[in-house]
C-alpha cells in the first residue's frame, strides 16, 4: 500500500526534532553536524535567534495580506537588495523554480517589449538544474527528470557548459538570452570559470540578447561573496535566487535592471504568496546576519579551511576520493567509490552531507558554521574516509 505522504524522495530513515547552529537531533536522541543545511537553505542553521525571533515577531502581528497592498517588509527587502547588487528592481515568489519561471518570462518579455517578440528562445547547459516546474523541466533538459511527463516545453537550447564556440554557434534570431548557473549545484558542483561568465557577457552583449543567472544554490553569500557573478566581475541582466534567502523560510527572489524589469506592468506576472510581510521579515533577517561586516568574509575563510582539509583528505585517500572542487562553503568530494557508500559512512560518524551528480558527495553546511565546526567536519569525513578505503593494494 502506499504511503499517505507521497513516495517521491528517498528519505533516510532519520527525522529531526530539534536543532543548533550546525547541529541537529533526532528523535531518538543522537546528534548530527549538519553540512547539508536543508540543501544549502538553511543558511544561518537551526534556531538561529535573530531569525527566529524576527518570524516569531512577524507572525504575532500580520502574517499575510496578498499583493493587493503595500506591504512594507517587502519594500525594505527590494531596496536593499538594489542597494547591494545591480538589480533596479525585485519580484518576490516563493521556490526557485518559480523565480526561473519568473526570470525567463521576464527575459521573453523584455524581448517582447523592446519590438523583437520573435526572440522567445533560451540557451541552456548541459548539466544544469532550474527546478520541476514543467517549463523548468525543459530548461533543466534532463531526460531522467523529463521522463513520463509529456512533451518537454518549447524554447530551451542546451549546449555543453564551459563551451563558449558551442553558444555562440547556439545563438540564433529566436534567442532571448542565456541562463547559467556560475556553480551547476545538482550535476555535481561544478564551477563555471569566470573567464566563462565574462565570455558569457560579452556575447550577450554582442548578440543583443539577456544574461540572466540561476543563483538559486550559488547565491545569498554561500560562496562568500552576496551572489557568485560578482566573484567575474560581472553583472547579468536579471537574476533568481531562493535556497537559502530566507534562511530555511520559502521563498524566492527575481532581481532585474530597470532595462528588463520596465516590460513587466501591473497585472502581469504574479503570485499570491509572493513577498508577504512574514516571509519578507526572514528574508530581511537573513540580509541582517549575511550583510553584516566581516561575514561574508568569515564565509570565504571558512570555505578556504575547508578547501585545505578537504586537498589533504584526497590526498590520503586515494581510494576513496579523486578529487575537490567548489567554492566558498558550496564544495564537494568526486568519489572512487559509490557516493552512496561514503554517504553512509560520513552518517555513522554523525555527518551529514549531500550527495550530487558526477559521483560527488556534497558540502554545504550552514553559513554560521565556526572554524573549530570546520575542523570537526573534517575529523569526521576523515573516520568516514577510513571505514570506506580499500586495502592498499587495491589502490594501484
Ligand atoms: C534548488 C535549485 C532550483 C530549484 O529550486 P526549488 O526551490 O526546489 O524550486 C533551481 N536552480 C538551482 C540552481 C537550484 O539549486
Given at each position: 500500500?502506499?504511503?499517505?505522504?507521497?513516495?517521491?524522495?528517498?528519505?533516510?530513515?532519520?527525522?529531526?526534532?530539534?536543532?543548533?547552529?550546525?547541529?541537529?537531533?533526532?528523535?531518538?536522541?543522537?546528534?548530527?553536524?549538519?553540512?547539508?543545511?536543508?540543501?544549502?537553505?538553511?543558511?544561518?542553521?537551526?534556531?538561529?535567534?535573530?531569525?527566529?525571533?524576527?518570524?516569531?515577531?512577524?507572525?504575532?502581528?500580520?502574517?499575510?495580506?496578498?499583493?493587493?497592498?503595500?506591504?512594507?517588509?517587502?519594500?525594505?527587502?527590494?531596496?536593499?537588495?538594489?542597494?547591494?547588487?545591480?538589480?533596479?528592481?525585485?519580484?518576490?515568489?516563493?521556490?526557485?523554480?518559480?523565480?526561473?519561471?519568473?526570470?525567463?518570462?521576464?527575459?521573453?518579455?523584455?524581448?517582447?517589449?523592446?519590438?523583437?517578440?520573435?526572440?522567445?528562445?533560451?540557451?541552456?547547459?548541459?548539466?544544469?538544474?532550474?527546478?520541476?516546474?514543467?517549463?523548468?523541466?525543459?530548461?533543466?533538459?534532463?531526460?531522467?527528470?523529463?521522463?513520463?511527463?509529456?512533451?518537454?516545453?518549447?524554447?530551451?537550447?542546451?549546449?555543453p557548459f564551459g563551451n563558449m564556440n558551442a553558444v555562440r554557434e547556439a545563438v540564433g534570431p529566436e534567442t532571448a538570452g542565456i541562463i547559467v548557473e556560475p556553480i551547476q549545484g545538482e550535476s555535481?558542483?561544478?564551477?563555471?570559470?569566470?573567464?566563462?561568465?565574462?565570455?558569457?557577457?560579452?556575447?550577450?552583449?554582442?548578440?543583443?540578447?539577456?544574461?540572466?543567472?540561476?543563483?538559486?544554490?550559488?547565491?545569498?553569500?554561500?560562496?562568500?561573496?552576496?551572489?557568485?557573478?560578482?566573484?567575474?566581475?560581472?553583472?547579468?541582466?536579471?537574476?533568481?535566487?531562493?535556497?537559502?534567502?530566507?534562511?530555511?523560510?520559502?521563498?524566492?527572489?527575481?532581481?532585474?535592471?530597470?532595462?528588463?524589469?520596465?516590460?513587466?506592468?501591473?497585472?502581469?506576472?504574479?503570485?499570491?504568496?509572493?513577498?508577504?510581510?512574514?516571509?519578507?521579515?526572514?528574508?530581511?533577517?537573513?540580509?541582517?546576519?549575511?550583510?553584516?561586516?566581516?561575514?561574508?568574509?568569515?564565509?570565504?575563510?571558512?570555505?578556504?579551511?575547508?578547501?585545505?582539509?578537504?586537498?589533504?583528505?584526497?590526498?590520503?585517500?586515494?581510494?576513496?576520493?579523486?578529487?575537490?572542487?567548489?567554492?566558498g562553503l558550496l564544495l564537494a568530494l568526486k568519489c572512487v567509490i559509490p557516493q552512496a557508500e561514503v554517504q553512509a559512512a560520513c552518517r555513522e560518524e554523525g555527518l551529514l552531507v549531500l550527495v550530487?551528480?558526477?559521483?560527488?558527495?556534497?558540502?554545504?553546511?550552514?553559513?554560521?558554521?565556526?572554524?573549530?565546526?570546520?575542523?570537526?567536519?573534517?575529523?569526521?569525513?576523515?573516520?568516514?574516509?577510513?571505514?570506506?578505503?580499500?586495502?592498499?593494494?587495491?589502490?594501484?
Amino acid at each position: 500500500m502506499i504511503a499517505p505522504l507521497m513516495p517521491t524522495y528517498n528519505r533516510a530513515d532519520l527525522a529531526f526534532e530539534r536543532g543548533e547552529g550546525v547541529w541537529l537531533w533526532t528523535t531518538d536522541g543522537r546528534r548530527f553536524l549538519d553540512c547539508g543545511a536543508g540543501i544549502a537553505t538553511s543558511a544561518l542553521g537551526h534556531n538561529h535567534p535573530h531569525l527566529v525571533s524576527a518570524i516569531a515577531a512577524q507572525a504575532a502581528r500580520v502574517i499575510h495580506v496578498s499583493n493587493l497592498y503595500r506591504v512594507p517588509e517587502a519594500e525594505r527587502l527590494a531596496t536593499r537588495f538594489v542597494q547591494s547588487t545591480f538589480a533596479d528592481s525585485v519580484f518576490f515568489c516563493n521556490s526557485g523554480a518559480e523565480a526561473n519561471e519568473g526570470m525567463t518570462k521576464m527575459m521573453r518579455r523584455a524581448m517582447h517589449g523592446s519590438g523583437k517578440p520573435e526572440r522567445t528562445r533560451i540557451i541552456c547547459f548541459e548539466g544544469a538544474f532550474h527546478g520541476r516546474t514543467l517549463a523548468m523541466l525543459a530548461a533543466t533538459g534532463n531526460e531522467k527528470y523529463l521522463e513520463g511527463f509529456g512533451p518537454p516545453v518549447e524554447g530551451f537550447d542546451h549546449v555543453p557548459f564551459g563551451n563558449m564556440n558551442a553558444v555562440r554557434e547556439a545563438v540564433g534570431p529566436e534567442t532571448a538570452g542565456i541562463i547559467v548557473e556560475p556553480i551547476q549545484g545538482e550535476s555535481g558542483v561544478r564551477p563555471a570559470s569566470l573567464r566563462f561568465l565574462r565570455d558569457l557577457r560579452a556575447a550577450c552583449d554582442e548578440f543583443g540578447i539577456l544574461l540572466g543567472l540561476d543563483e538559486v544554490q550559488s547565491g545569498m553569500g554561500r560562496t562568500g561573496k552576496l551572489f557568485a557573478h560578482q566573484w567575474a566581475g560581472i553583472e547579468p541582466d536579471v537574476l533568481a535566487a531562493a535556497k537559502g534567502i530566507a534562511g530555511g523560510f520559502p521563498m524566492g527572489a527575481v532581481l532585474a535592471r530597470e532595462a528588463v524589469a520596465r516590460h513587466l506592468t501591473a497585472g502581469s506576472h504574479g503570485t499570491t504568496f509572493g513577498g508577504t510581510p512574514l516571509a519578507c521579515a526572514a528574508a530581511n533577517a537573513v540580509l541582517d546576519v549575511v550583510l553584516a561586516p566581516g561575514f561574508l568574509e568569515g564565509v570565504c575563510r571558512k570555505g578556504e579551511f575547508l578547501w585545505r582539509g578537504l586537498t589533504d583528505l584526497v590526498a590520503a585517500f586515494p581510494s576513496v576520493f579523486a578529487e575537490r572542487r567548489g567554492a566558498g562553503l558550496l564544495l564537494a568530494l568526486k568519489c572512487v567509490i559509490p557516493q552512496a557508500e561514503v554517504q553512509a559512512a560520513c552518517r555513522e560518524e554523525g555527518l551529514l552531507v549531500l550527495v550530487a551528480g558526477d559521483n560527488v558527495l556534497r558540502l554545504a553546511p550552514p553559513l554560521v558554521i565556526t572554524e573549530p565546526e570546520c575542523e570537526e567536519v573534517l575529523a569526521r569525513l576523515r573516520r568516514a574516509a577510513e571505514r570506506c578505503r580499500r586495502p592498499a593494494e587495491a589502490v594501484a
